[in-house]
Nanobody
Framework: QLQLVEFGGRLVQPGGSLRLSCLAS????????VAWFRQAPGKEREEVSC????????NYSESVKGRFTISRDNPRNMVYLQMNSLKPEDTAVYFC????????????WGQGTQVAVSS
């Protein structure tokens, strides 16, 4: 079965850090560009970061630039999102997605992991 699974989401205090992980099973994640998206209640889904196949090109939304870092470990079929200096507005369900066409179209999506930033 081809799937992506996210994990690592939890409740964290403002200013705290969290690392999300995205694990692929049934296919080689190293062949795909991978992005992290998030969606908060009542808001549109937002692409927060994307990384290319080789891991040498990344991009970030303005809302997370300087605080979040995307990385990948192709032999382990994993992509990570390190989130620092978290704010309440970072609260959302975070999804990873994998695609062959840059950071614009994605063939595989995970089910999401909940991140809540609150004191």
């Amino acid at each position: 079965q081809l799937q992506l699974v996210e994990f690592g989401g939890r409740l964290v205090q403002p200013g705290g850090s969290l690392r999300l992980s995205c694990l692929a099973s049934g296919f080689g994640l190293g062949d795909y560009n991978v992005a992290w998206f998030r969606q908060a209640p009542g808001k549109e889904r937002e692409e927060v970061s994307c990384i290319n196949v080789y891991g040498d090109m990344t991009n970030y939304s303005e809302s997370v630039k300087g605080r979040f870092t995307i990385s990948r470990d192709n032999p382990r079929n994993m992509v990570y999102l390190q989130m620092n200096s978290l704010k309440p507005e970072d609260t959302a369900v975070y999804f990873c997605a994998a695609g062959l066409s840059g950071c614009f179209a994605f063939e595989f999506w995970g089910q999401g992991t909940q991140v809540a930033v609150s004191s």
